[in-house]
């Protein structure tokens, strides 16, 4: 009865250390530039959960609605490609997504900016990049 009251101790204080940490390890994203806005959390996805990557929860949002451009997070993961999440014009749009590299077990390094859409003739103007990386 004593080994059973010790156990079940022992996993009380080592599943409630495990929510502690998961709880401190969500911190806060603020991206802006002109016209863009990205305002969330961000947290690393432990290995053993899938995908385990950067997962980044907030709103997208057009700060100046009669631009007529649209706005856009630019993220890159790894050594791969840019890729784009867009927004919607005069909008903010909800973000809950995970960025992984789907190769390796572990996701170690993500770029992210929030930018706005200037179009074809003009570059389009983006918030400093973001480097998240982890060991």
Same mark, same amino acid.
């Not at 991206?31 to 990205?38: K, L, N």
């Not at 909800?94 to 706005?116: E, P, S």
């Given at each position: ?18 929510? @502690? ?53 630019? @993220? +890159?993961? /790894? ?10 014009? +005069?909008?903010? @749009? !909800?973000?809950? !997504? ?6 390796? %077990?572990?996701? !170690?390094? @993500?770029?992210?900016?929030?930018? %706005? ?11 400093? /990049? ?6």
């Amino acid at each position: 009865m004593r080994k059973l009251a010790t156990a079940v101790v022992a996993a009380g204080l080592f599943f409630g250390g495990m929510g @502690v940490a998961m709880a401190d390890s969500t911190k806060e994203l603020v991206m802006t530039t002109p016209g863009v806005a990205f305002k969330g959390t961000y947290q690393w996805q432990p290995t053993t959960k899938v995908p385990s990557g950067l997962h980044v929860k907030g709103e997208l949002a057009d700060t100046n609605k009669d631009d007529g451009h649209n706005v856009y997070l630019r @993220v +890159k993961v /790894e050594d791969y490609p840019w890729g784009h999440l867009t927004g919607v014009q +005069k909008k903010r @749009v !909800k973000v809950d !997504k995970v960025y992984y590299d789907g190769a390796v %077990l572990k996701t !170690k390094k @993500v770029r992210m900016h929030a930018c %706005l859409d200037r179009g074809s003739l003009r570059p389009d103007h983006c918030s400093p /990049e973001q480097l998240f990386s982890r060991n």
